[in-house]
């Protein structure tokens, strides 16, 4: 039985505050349902819907008479065009479907008015809802005066992006979802257009704030720039005008709440949340915003449990579909990055670029096109992007795997011992092209904690090399790789299971840092290192990489990440020096580099040298991924042979944003604006984000760590999974009976069909 909620107020009538009405109507006749719209019923903005087959379905479950309605109006088509320097490339399979805006808006004002809603047009809602009315839902847009009324509770986030955009209309029908590319002598325009009657389309041009106000875009009307794109654009558009609807050139704004509810007043669709329309979300999230609160309402004992129910339910939802968005967002931002692919490449990468669509569901909907793509990158027939080899200097990797640095915490007196050979051994054994240790310290003090390794005496070395000489017996073609590192202000801390990053309770050793900062109030002071005590690091460095060499490393990697020492003098929250080693860019940068060139002096020559940086500090005033490309341009002007780009733990108030893949932008930045070789990082879990990421040129080399700890062969099981067994794939022999994938189940059903748009 539905709550008893009789009075209902709805600020908003587009789709989801219309829908909501109509829904909450239905459930409870004896409502009263009023919505409050302050243009005319006729009016709106924008042009075409799309919504996918799983709002629909939800669409049709909860109302079928709308559903049917919205049935006979929709076009529907499953194509993705490409055009990209004149040439364009063909995806199928996605399944779309649209309608006109306005008709949708027709159909929910028939199905209210026949449910008996009251629609207020042209009438802006009255203050003081909230005393007449048992709930109050504010769908009054990404402007809405609900939330700013309340945004002490709300508190939202609004955050502006670099493009401009304008929604316009062609009077004809595109046969797919266009994505076209205008390279103009003010730089990169981008046109996304797709059908939603039998004689119309949508069509909204974008470009970089920059572009627009090099473009003169910033100084005619918005009709004289219409007609400029439809210039820009005529071949796309069969030398046809566009139309606008009292359209205007805005910038994205994404926005987020804290909270989603205040008393009786609750927020709902763009309101509470935006995602950029490149992904088609706007409508159905609200729609399914509707869905979700109708059903809240339905399933609570009370008003305050239904609304905590609604926000529980959709937040997670909506979190998910912003962080597809934002990806999307900031590739479309960042496109001149990508210009220079090869055709279908590009055409691959702005597929993928929400990381919703991947190279496995690609090539489950257009294999054609997915294996003209992998031709084009260089995959030999039926091989995965994963298993192509890598040449970094004079080693060659099997394939794209990395076993990313992890800590383990288990040596004594810094030498590794049984467990690290084991650890180390099982995962070479597991068939990752290279296996990274643990960050290995180059002095007694430079340890972050106790139980770490270091390469300070012989005798660390000499355990060192009876682990590379296993993995080079028992693995041959899978290369190990050492990590050298200092822990700065970070040292001197319990091992991670007794409390990460807390300090010891005893025996502690004294740690040294760019700057006297203490990581915590609860650390130590460091002391800031003078010109000698920098001489004898840069000296402890060369030492271990020495000892390094000696004990069989294939290759070399200098730790400036994550707030350690060198970390440490590259950020400014953490470098406040005011000699040759701080202040701007290049001078914090100094002592990294010396590092580095003293390091490379003994490296051998045709081994390779990494360096992993953090990318972004995550906090206000850090460094920031403009910075993380000059960063790895200056060490690879100094002869690093790729830039293993991971981010944050410099500081303890960083605000990271965490999400599937969320560090691989970074790395894509650094390989597409300095051309170093990069290792991607950070949230990255199975085999077809791997595939997807090497494939769209987003990363040379993915670095897992977590998926390593759950499985040690974790690169095996991705080829048997594939059915792969070729080159790039090494089983041991005791092993290879187990090379197939256990059969479970039928492998006969069909696969249903797949709808999950851009």
Not at 22 to 44: F, H, I, Q, S, Y
Not at 498 to 516: F, T
Not at 543 to 557: K, Q
Not at 713 to 734: F, I, K
Request: with cysteine; glycine share 10%; proline share 6%.
């Amino acid at each position: 039985m539905s709550l008893s909620v009789p009075r209902i107020a709805i600020i908003g009538g587009g789709p989801g505050g219309l829908y909501a009405a109509a829904l909450l109507k239905r459930l409870d006749p004896g409502r009263e349902v009023t919505v409050w719209e302050r243009n005319a019923p006729d009016d709106t903005f924008g042009f075409g819907v799309v919504l996918s087959d799983e709002t629909l379905g939800g669409i049709e479950h909860a109302d079928p008479v709308v559903y049917e309605a919205m049935q006979s109006d929709f076009v529907r088509w499953d194509d993705i065009d490409i055009v990209h320097r004149g040439v364009r490339h063909t995806s199928g399979g996605h399944g779309f479907a649209a309608l006109g805006r306005r008709r949708l808006l027709e159909i929910l004002h028939d199905r209210c008015r026949a449910l008996g809603v009251d629609l207020r047009f042209r009438t802006v809602a009255p203050a003081g809802l909230e005393e007449t009315h048992d709930l109050v839902i504010a769908a009054d847009g990404v402007n809405s005066t609900t939330r700013e009324r309340h945004s002490h509770v709300f508190r939202p986030h609004v955050t502006p992006h670099h493009c401009r955009y304008i929604w316009l209309a062609a009077d004809f029908p595109f046969d797919a979802f266009r994505f076209e590319i205008a390279e103009t002598e003010h730089g990169a325009m981008q046109l996304h257009g797709y059908p939603y009657a039998p004689d119309a389309s949508t069509v909204i041009i974008e470009m970089r704030e920059e572009v627009w106000r090099a473009a003169g875009f910033d100084e005619v009307t918005p009709q004289e720039s219409t007609e400029s794109c439809a210039k820009i654009f005529a071949e796309a558009l069969r030398g046809r005008p566009l139309r606008s609807n009292n359209s205007t050139w805005t910038t994205f704004r994404t926005v987020v709440n804290d909270h989603w509810s205040h008393g009786s007043t609750v927020l709902l669709g763009d309101a509470a949340h935006t995602a950029h329309f490149s992904i088609g979300s706007g409508t159905k999230l609200a729609v399914e915003d509707a869905l979700a609160l109708a059903a809240s309402l339905e399933e609570q004992p009370s008003l305050e449990e239904a609304l905590a129910a609604y926000e529980a339910e959709r937040k997670p939802v909506v979190a998910s579909t912003q962080r597809a968005a934002r990806a999307s967002l900031e590739w479309f931002e960042n496109l001149g990055l990508y210009l220079d692919q090869p055709p279908r490449q590009f055409a691959f990468n702005l597929l993928t670029r929400s990381r919703r669509v991947t190279h496995d569901n690609l090539r489950l909907r257009d294999a054609r096109f997915t294996g003209a793509v992998e031709r084009e990158f260089g995959c030999a027939p039926g091989t995965p992007p994963m298993f192509t080899p890598f040449r970094l200097r004079g080693l060659t990797l099997r394939n794209r795997v990395v076993v990313s640095p992890m800590d383990m915490y288990s040596a004594t007196d810094g030498i590794p011992g049984d467990f690290h050979l084991v650890h180390l051994g099982a995962r070479a054994l597991g068939g990752a092209g290279l296996v990274m240790t643990e960050m290995v310290c180059v002095s007694p003090e430079g340890r972050i904690t106790p139980g770490c390794t270091g390469l300070y005496n012989g005798r660390q070395a000499v355990a060192w090399k009876r682990i590379t000489d296993f993995v080079h017996a028992q693995s041959p073609g899978t290369a190990i790789g050492v990590q050298l590192g200092h822990s700065g202000r970070k040292g001197s801390t319990k091992l991670m299971w007794e409390g990460i990053d807390e300090p010891l309770p005893d025996g502690n050793w004294p740690v040294v840092a760019p700057s006297p900062i203490p990581y915590k109030p609860s650390h130590q002071t460091p002391r800031e290192l003078g010109r000698a005590q920098l001489t004898d690091i840069r000296e402890q460095f060369t030492a271990a990489a020495w000892r390094a060499a000696r004990a069989g490393f294939d290759l070399l990697e200098l730790h400036c990440a994550h707030g350690y020492l060198l970390s440490g003098f590259l950020s400014p929250l953490t470098n406040l020096r005011t000699d040759a080693y701080g202040g701007s860019l290049a001078k914090r940068l100094r002592f990294p580099l010396e590092v580095f060139d003293a390091v490379r002096g003994v490296w051998p020559q045709e081994r390779p040298m990494t360096v992993r940086i953090s990318a972004t500090d995550w906090a206000e005033g850090g460094n920031t991924a403009e910075d993380a490309v000059e960063i790895a341009r200056a060490f690879a002007a100094h002869g690093a042979d790729a830039i293993d780009a991971s981010t944050g733990q410099v500081v303890a108030e960083e605000h990271p944003e965490y999400g599937r893949s969320y560090q691989t932008p970074y790395a894509d930045r650094i390989r597409h604006e300095t051309g170093v070789p990069v290792i991607a990082v950070g949230a990255i879990s199975s085999w077809d984000d791997v595939n997807s990421l090497i494939l769209a040129g987003r990363t040379d080399l993915c670095a897992l760590a977590r998926p390593h700890l759950y499985d040690p062969h974790w690169t095996l099981h991705a080829a048997a999974e594939q059915g792969y067994d070729g080159p790039g794939v090494v089983w041991p022999d005791p092993y290879r009976a187990g090379s197939r994938r256990p059969q479970t189940g039928r492998t006969d059903a069909p696969k249903p069909r797949l709808t999950l748009g851009t």
